[in-house]
């Protein structure tokens, strides 16, 4: 016959793997709904986000359809997610400046030239793999969001180039904190801030996007994935919602600012 400590110690185990099925079924369940609940910026639906995305009878409308490069489930260096990329392409289509903090690929500088209207002007800024090193990091800058900014930072050529609607993107390079946004103040409908995510960048590029952005546009930030993956965008963005209205969009990583009219 088994000792009663072995039948104990089974017992003990056999709680205890309970106990953690359990919790895991709950901690996907929290995922699955948006969890951690408590991260601070409100989260907002597309509709609210823009009229454009209010769903007809069979879900998005016609007014939403644009031309997409999808990724599935490929990996693409530094890239949005397919519902992020359709939003982004979406928002172009009624934009005639578009203004993005880093181009990696070009995938959304190419996804805005192809989806804005003819006369529209896309302005990007990226940093060449051979100007990493003018990089300004400041004091509590994140070690892992300076090495993805500088991976990242590997293109010259980019999804847009040799296509027929290059001639819409205007490419400048260089370090975004050494970057003079006055040329283009109260330029853009939409600026999509996915630069640097080391903290310090994302408060510089946040601040020359709410001086590019017109009256009425928008601002957009990439990678608002709370405190353990991007964390110098969620503790700048944290901190700038606590005096803008910051909202943090369903089902994405991004989080929106449309700046009042005058
Ligand atoms: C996350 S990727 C951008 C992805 C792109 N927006 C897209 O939608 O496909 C980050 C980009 O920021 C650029 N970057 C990193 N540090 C930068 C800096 N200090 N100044 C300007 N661009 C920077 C990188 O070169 C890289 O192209």
């Known amino acids: 016959m088994m000792p009663a400590g072995w ?30 609940t408590e991260w601070p910026i409100p989260r907002i639906t597309l509709p609210e986000l823009d009229p454009i995305f209010t769903p007809g009878p ?51 500088s190419y996804l805005w030239a192809r989806n804005a209207p003819a006369d529209a002007r ?17 004091s509590g800058d994140d070690r892992r969001d300076l090495r993805f900014a500088r991976n990242e930072s590997a293109f010259t050529e980019f999804v847009y180039s040799g296509t027929d609607v290059a001639h819409k993107v205007e490419q400048h390079f260089g370090d975004s904190k050494q970057f003079d946004e006055t040329p283009f103040v109260d330029f853009a409908d939409v600026v999509f801030v996915d630069g640097s995510h080391a903290q310090s960048y994302v408060v510089s590029d946040s601040a020359k996007a709410m001086r590019i952005v017109k009256p009425g546009g928008l601002v957009l930030w990439h990678d608002y994935r709370g405190p353990s993956l991007t964390v110098g965008v969620y503790t700048a963005l944290n901190e700038l919602a606590r005096t803008h209205a910051l909202r943090h969009v369903d089902g994405s990583s991004l989080v929106a600012w449309r700046r009042p009219l005058a």
């Open 58 to 108: 069979f879900g998005p409308t016609h007014d939403t359809e644009v031309r997409f490069i999808g990724r599935g489930s490929m990996d693409v260096p530094g890239g949005t997610s397919d519902a992020e990329a359709w939003i982004l392409s979406v928002l172009a289509l009624r934009a005639t400046a578009l203004f993005e903090f880093g181009t990696c690929t070009g995938k959304t």
């Open 7 to 36: 039948i104990l110690a089974l017992l003990v185990g056999a709680l205890w793997m309970r106990e953690r099925t359990r919790r895991e079924r709950m901690r996907a369940q929290l995922l699955h709904r948006g969890w951690p």
């Open 122 to 138: 896309i302005v990007t800024i990226t940093l060449a793999p051979e100007q990493r090193d003018t990089v300004q990091v400041a």
